[in-house]
Nanobody
Framework: QLRLVESGGGLVQPGGSLRLSCAGSGGTFDYYAIGWFRQAPGKEREGISCIFANGETTKYADSVQGRFTISRDNAKSMVYLQMDSLSPEDTAVYYC????????????????WGQGTQVTVST
């Protein structure tokens, strides 16, 4: 059973940066594609970025394209989400999720989820 734990959230000022981490354990991490999702209060969950198991292909939602960068280190069973030029609209709980091999931005296609980490962008 793959277990995922997010970290790195917090309070940041508009225009600032944060790096989220997703740590995997309990499974063969190299087999899993990882997606990052977020959910703001009163809004639907949004798929924002994902990376294939081999790390060679990434995808981004239009809302974060050019500002966020996803990467992974399979040797450490880690996936990262570098978030730059943050705005209040990025305030949400951020989740990482895993599914075998092929990454998508559709949350219902993922099998394993972390507990989430809060990101708040505010002055």
């Amino acid at each position: 059973q793959l277990r995922l734990v997010e970290s790195g959230g917090g309070l940041v000022q508009p225009g600032g940066s944060l790096r989220l981490s997703c740590a995997g354990s309990g499974g063969t991490f190299d087999y899993y594609a990882i997606g990052w999702f977020r959910q703001a209060p009163g809004k639907e969950r949004e798929g924002i970025s994902c990376i294939f198991a081999n790390g060679e292909t990434t995808k981004y939602a239009d809302s974060v394209q050019g500002r966020f960068t996803i990467s992974r280190d399979n040797a450490k069973s880690m996936v990262y989400l570098q978030m730059d030029s943050l705005s209040p609209e990025d305030t949400a709980v951020y989740y990482c999720a895993a599914r075998l091999w092929v990454a998508t931005l559709t949350g219902s296609e993922y099998d394993y989820w972390g507990q989430g980490t809060q990101v708040t962008v505010s002055t």
